[in-house]
């Protein structure tokens, strides 16, 4: 996304009144963004720490309990959108 801001702002555009611009993992850079970045925060490690223990009760148990998992996302809203 701070990609597309550099790229959006060395075009001449304006954020977020021209093009509005949406990241996602919500890296600590999203509040040095003029103007803040809107995101979704990525559970990175919260997967990999579950992906850990269910790999773990797998190789105790020789199966998965679950077979589908879904970790809750939110929107950290900015002034880009």
């Known amino acids: 996304a701070l990609a597309v801001y550099k790229y959006v702002q060395d075009s001449g555009w ?14 600590g850079l999203w509040k040095s963004a003029i103007p803040t970045l809107t995101t979704v925060p990525s559970r990175g490690y919260e ?16 199966h998965f309990r679950q077979h589908r998992i879904k970790l809750p996302l939110s929107l950290q809203v900015g002034q880009s959108t």
Do not use: F, H, S, W
């Not at 304006?14 to 890296?27: C, F, H, L, M, S």
């Not at 997967?47 to 020789?62: I, S």
């Open 14 to 27: 304006r954020i977020p009144q021209d093009v509005k611009v949406t990241g996602y993992n919500a890296i």
């Open 47 to 62: 997967l990999g720490e579950l992906a850990g223990d269910l790999m773990l009760t797998r190789l105790r148990e020789g």
